[in-house]
């Protein structure tokens, strides 16, 4: 009896960081997606920028990514390494998030520059930190630091063609 409860907390604590997580990130995407259409259609981009639909696959796929990484820590929070990377986690996601609205708010190409910089080293921290957790945990992140060096290069040849 005692096991089906532990169970159930532990799949409902998984749906919980699956909302939490996906609804904090649909949230921050919202205000920013029309905002700053036309700043963004004025900008030179390279051939390489992936379309849009790329986007809308990938990102959801590594917030599940996200999601199940952040799920196994939690239920590892009493371990000595647990807690940091729950702190790290929280910090990579907030940044993560609030990307789009103070980018295309700024409209400031170098602005976005140094918030991407900032946020892949946060990214590969957050990923360290998973992985002294669990190795396994640490993994799932890696796709997630992929992308976000894709976009890191995107976004220095965006500063190239049209700020630089």
Same mark, same amino acid.
């Given at each position: 009896m005692?096991?089906?409860?532990k169970r159930k907390c532990t799949f409902m604590s998984?749906?919980?960081? %699956?909302?939490? *997580?996906?609804?904090?990130a649909y949230s921050a995407y919202l205000p920013y997606h029309t905002a700053g259409t036309e700043w963004m259609k004025a900008l030179k981009l390279p051939a390489c920028m992936p379309p849009c639909w790329v986007h809308a696959i990938a990102w959801p796929c590594m917030y599940f990514l996200m999601v199940t990484? %952040?799920?196994? *820590?939690?239920e590892?929070?009493?371990e000595k390494n647990a807690l940091p990377a729950l702190v790290v986690f929280a910090l990579q996601f907030f940044i993560n998030i609030l990307w789009g609205p103070v980018i295309v708010r700024s409209q400031n190409l170098d602005w976005a520059m140094i918030y991407m910089c900032v946020l892949f080293l946060l990214v590969i921290w957050n990923t360290i930190s998973f992985w002294r957790v669990s190795k396994n945990?640490?993994?799932?992140?890696?796709?997630y630091v992929a992308w976000m060096a894709y976009g890191a290069w995107l976004e220095a040849?965006?500063?190239?063609?049209?700020?630089?």
């Amino acid at each position: 009896m005692m096991g089906q409860l532990k169970r159930k907390c532990t799949f409902m604590s998984f749906f919980v960081i %699956l909302i939490l *997580v996906f609804g904090a990130a649909y949230s921050a995407y919202l205000p920013y997606h029309t905002a700053g259409t036309e700043w963004m259609k004025a900008l030179k981009l390279p051939a390489c920028m992936p379309p849009c639909w790329v986007h809308a696959i990938a990102w959801p796929c590594m917030y599940f990514l996200m999601v199940t990484a %952040l799920w196994v *820590v939690w239920e590892k929070r009493q371990e000595k390494n647990a807690l940091p990377a729950l702190v790290v986690f929280a910090l990579q996601f907030f940044i993560n998030i609030l990307w789009g609205p103070v980018i295309v708010r700024s409209q400031n190409l170098d602005w976005a520059m140094i918030y991407m910089c900032v946020l892949f080293l946060l990214v590969i921290w957050n990923t360290i930190s998973f992985w002294r957790v669990s190795k396994n945990v640490g993994m799932l992140f890696l796709p997630y630091v992929a992308w976000m060096a894709y976009g890191a290069w995107l976004e220095a040849i965006i500063w190239r063609c049209n700020v630089a």
